[in-house]
Nanobody
Framework: QVLLEESGGGLVQPGGSLRLSCAAS????????MGWFRQVPGKEREFVAA???????YYSAAVRGRFTISRDNAENMVYLQMNNLKPEDTAIYYC????????????????????WGRGTQVTVSS
């Protein structure tokens, strides 16, 4: 079983930046796809970004061009660099371990991710 712990959230002004980190423990996740999702109270959890074990990346239309997902397999870490943050980016951000066999069209499907962290709060406000 893998445990995930997110960190790096906080309060930032519009236009600012944050870097989220996801530390995996228990086993290596270098062979897995990894994803970031976010959730606002009262709404469904939504896809933000994902990175394949091979390094290919995927983004939601809402964050493409502003967020960058990356991974460090040697450290068992995944990151989400968030730039030009907007108030609508306010949410709890979750890291997740995905299935290696997921096809491209399913990379944004929450059902393709099996292990989740507890999340980190990101608040964008002036």
């Amino acid at each position: 079983q893998v445990l995930l712990e997110e960190s790096g959230g906080g309060l930032v002004q519009p236009g600012g930046s944050l870097r989220l980190s996801c530390a995996a423990s228990g086993r290596t996740v270098s062979s897995n796809n990894m994803g970031w999702f976010r959730q606002v109270p009262g709404k469904e959890r939504e896809f933000v970004a994902a990175i394949r074990y091979s390094g290919t990346t995927y983004y939601s239309a809402a964050v493409r061009g502003r967020f960058t997902i990356s991974r460090d397999n040697a450290e068992n870490m995944v990151y989400l660099q968030m730039n030009n943050l907007k108030p609508e980016d306010t949410a709890i951000y979750y890291c997740a371990v995905g299935r290696r066999s997921t096809i491209t069209s399913e990379m944004m499907n929450i059902g393709r991710y099996d292990d989740w962290g507890r999340g980190t709060q990101v608040t964008v406000s002036s």
